[in-house]
């Protein structure tokens, strides 16, 4: 599940950088691959609650997302993907935003010195903070091989 996560938001990443653009189709992908692996995993342990948090997650990030997009700049397909970021790790899609913003931080201050304000892509930060937010999980002594 994780290599598909991953793959999907690299996908969307190199998309974002070169057309400022994202296709939506890879949303509807990365959510059916983490039901399908919930699914399983469900079948297997008989444990509902990865599944209620697992979607809680997704659904608060699309909302707060959601209320971001209308009151700034942001756009929908870093709301889509946002969620997916949430729904695929669960409470640890927290942290993975946390650290897209943090890395985020310095390019938009730089923007702002420049006085150089542009759309500017956001998803190669939600991937970057995927990454830290598994390695997180790792030095929290979560192992992740399962996923993949």
């Known amino acids: 599940m994780v290599a598909v996560e991953l793959l999907i938001l690299l996908i969307a990443s190199i998309c974002d950088i070169h057309t400022r653009t994202v296709p939506l189709s890879l949303t509807p992908v990365a959510i059916g691959a983490t039901t399908f692996y919930l699914l399983f995993e469900y079948m297997q342990t008989g444990n509902t609650a990865s599944i209620f948090v697992s979607f809680g997650c997704g659904i608060g990030i699309l ?25 695929s790790l669960g409470c640890y899609g927290l942290w993975a935003l946390l650290f897209a913003f943090l890395l985020n931080l310095p390019y938009v201050a730089a923007l702002k010195v420049q006085k150089n304000e542009h759309e500017y ?28």
């Open 63 to 87: 909302t707060f997302f959601y209320i971001s997009m209308k009151l700034t700049k942001i756009g929908g397909a870093d709301c889509l993907i946002a969620s997916t970021i949430g729904f």
């Open 121 to 148: 892509p956001f998803v190669p930060f939600l991937t970057a903070g995927y990454i830290g937010a598994l390695i997180f999980m790792c030095q929290q002594g979560i192992s992740f091989a399962w996923l993949f």
